[in-house]
């Protein structure tokens, strides 16, 4: 099956520093998403982007869908911007329809 | 909306006992996911359904585990009995049609099975 890689696992930021998360996937996908994991455990969509850029606030992500890696990136980041970061992708052509799979993530601490 | 609902948010058992989660998703989804997270394994998709329909059950641990969703608004994932390495954090997620446009996530059941 598809296999998701992210990097760095571990990232330590101080407040107002930006960051590059990015996320490497071994086959074509056709649905892509970024996730991030508060501290208190929720899972938040940040964004679906199978392909292209987008934008949200001081969030933005790109996928370049034919070399097979995503990058979130953190502007001025904030100490409530800790958390982990997953990435989670779907195999164009695959079968089951609404697989995601979802890589290891990124643990982000973002320091005061 | 409310978002996807979970009940309860957390869960302590005895070993062998059963238990049972529930979800509502949201309204006009039509894929219903769930999730299971512990720190050695990361998020694995355990079971999801299109249109109350199981597509895809191949992550279900064993036998001891089952779902159900009898109607679009409601979903239950069931472990009888449960076993101390049961023990994680369930989540719910649901979609729009074909899961385009992103999973929205349940707050998640944190069960400990003693």
């Known amino acids: 099956g598809i296999q998701v890689e992210q990097s760095p696992p571990d990232l330590i930021l101080q407040e107002g520093a930006n960051s590059t998360l990015r996320c490497n996937f071994s086959?074509?996908?056709?649905?892509l998403q970024w996730f991030h994991q508060n501290p208190w455990g929720q899972l938040i969509n940040l964004f679906y982007?199978?392909?292209g850029t987008k934008q949200n606030g001081r969030l933005s992500a790109t996928t370049v869908a034919t070399e097979r890696y995503s990058l979130l990136y953190i502007s001025s980041s904030q100490t409530t911007d800790s958390g982990v970061y997953f990435c989670?992708?779907?195999?164009?052509?695959?079968?089951?329809?609404?697989?995601?799979?979802f890589g290891q993530g990124t643990t982000l601490q973002v320091k005061p | 909306d409310a978002g996807v609902i979970q009940s309860p948010r957390h869960e302590v058992t005895e070993m062998g006992q059963e238990v049972t989660l529930r979800c509502k998703p949201i309204?006009?989804?039509?894929?219903l996911f769930w999730y299971r997270q512990t720190m050695m394994r990361g998020l694995e998709l355990l079971i999801y359904?299109?249109?109350?329909?199981?597509?895809?059950d191949s992550g279900m641990p064993e036998d001891r585990f089952s779902a159900k969703m009898p109607n679009a608004s409601f979903s239950t994932l069931k472990i009888q009995p449960s076993e101390p390495r049961d023990s994680a954090v369930y989540f719910c997620?649901?979609?729009?049609?074909?899961?385009?446009?992103?999973?929205?996530f349940g707050s998640g059941t944190r069960l400990t099975v003693v």
């Open positions: 086959d074509s996908v056709n649905n």
């Open positions: 989670a992708v779907r195999a164009r052509g695959s079968s089951n329809t609404g697989k995601l799979i």
């Open positions: 982007i199978p392909s």
């Open positions: 359904f299109n249109n109350n329909v199981p597509i895809d």
């Open positions: 309204s006009g989804h039509d894929y």
């Open positions: 997620a649901s979609s729009a049609r074909e899961a385009r446009g992103g999973y929205t």
